[in-house]
């Protein structure tokens, strides 16, 4: 399962993603993963959830951080849901227009290792091309 949540900063998308964080942990068997930029979700998220900051890293750009998530799930094969708040926020140079590509490498992940995603995007929703817009809620 892929989920795109999109929308301007202050809609409300953090929140959404705490709880589902939360909901994932209680129902899913396997480990939870957050990843955001900076620490600010730490005392936030649910203690059974793993936190990934991604300050300590250099990601240049959302090929490097498929391979931060490829690393997350080579060392871990009981990762079942990844969440990815403010996308942006991890991968400066990102744009609304590179996340289609993005979502291609999410959908070969979840079907070769079974993983589900859920990505927060700040940015407005009518921006979305076709291929993420079929991932929004």
Known sequence: MIKVHMGLKGSGKTPKMLEAIDSAVQAEKGNVVCIAEG???MHSINRKARM?????F????????TGMLCGIIAQDYDVTHIFIDSIFKSVPSATVADLEGFVDSLEKLERKFNVSFTVMVSAEASEAGEKVKKYMD
């Open 39 to 41: 620490d600010r979700l």
């Open 52 to 56: 990934v900051t991604t300050d300590d």
């Open 58 to 65: 250099d990601i240049k750009n959302l090929d490097v951080f």
